[in-house]
């Protein structure tokens, strides 16, 4: 019974390197999100998927891209990774968007250095 | 935008009742939600409360919504160790956008 999946759940970088964090559910969700996470702040939600074949963005999206190729699948990209974009990353699913279940993976710790 | 506040520590003995409050801007909120945080793992829903309702009780947790006053809180009765962790008072709306707090961490001490 596994839920959300992320991986991986560390990665240090450096200023400019790319990376992809995986985020994977086997609930049959429809709808999947990426959120960041920064002390004494709330989850800001990055970019998030209304069904496979889409995405739409969030809050926070500059700097980050996002793939919904499969329906269990929520890619989160970062092209040229910034300081700024040291935080912890979770991905979420639910069944639908109006009453607000979120399923949360365990995170993803992001260093940026 | 709309906001969602909340307080950033709460510090109670065990066998205590513990109170998190929460205050949001958003009139058209719909639902209004609190997500526990334990450490190293996501957030889990604890509960939740349509905007039409005045109060939820679940066990040990009861929910409280002042809905004049845009004010929710989540009252754990005889709080233990295990409740030890991060509350997340979360909002959404008719247009689906969910809202969260920035997390009351809860210390309960032995």
């Known amino acids: 019974n596994a839920g959300v999946t992320q991986t991986p759940k560390f990665r240090v970088l450096k200023t400019g390197q790319s990376m992809t964090l995986l985020c994977a559910q086997d609930?049959?969700?429809?709808?999947m999100y990426w959120y960041r996470q920064d002390p004494g702040m709330g989850l800001r939600l990055i970019h998030y998927?209304?069904?496979?074949?889409?995405?739409a963005k969030g809050e926070v999206p500059d700097g980050y891209n996002v793939s919904r190729l499969k329906k269990q699948n929520f890619l989160l990209g970062l092209e040229s990774a910034a300081p700024s974009q040291t935080s912890v990353y979770f991905c979420a699913s639910s069944r639908t968007r109006s009453t607000g279940e979120l399923f949360f993976g365990e995170g993803s710790r992001l260093t940026v250095l | 935008g709309e906001d969602v506040e909340q307080s950033l520590f709460l510090s109670v003995r065990e066998g205590d009742s513990s109170v998190i409050n929460c205050t949001y801007t958003d009139s058209s909120s719909t639902y209004l939600y609190w997500y526990k945080q334990e450490p190293g793992a996501g957030l889990q829903l604890l509960t939740y409360?349509?905007?039409?309702?005045d109060m939820k009780q679940d066990q040990r947790l009861t929910v409280l919504l002042n809905k004049k006053d845009k004010h929710l809180s989540l009252r754990i009765a005889d709080t233990q160790t295990g409740d030890s962790a991060i509350y997340f008072c979360a909002e959404s709306n008719n247009n689906n956008d969910m809202r969260f707090g920035a997390g009351t961490r809860l210390t309960v001490k032995p």
């Open positions: 998927s209304v069904g496979e074949g889409t995405t």
């Open positions: 409360i349509f905007s039409n309702m």
């Open positions: 609930m049959n969700h429809e709808y």
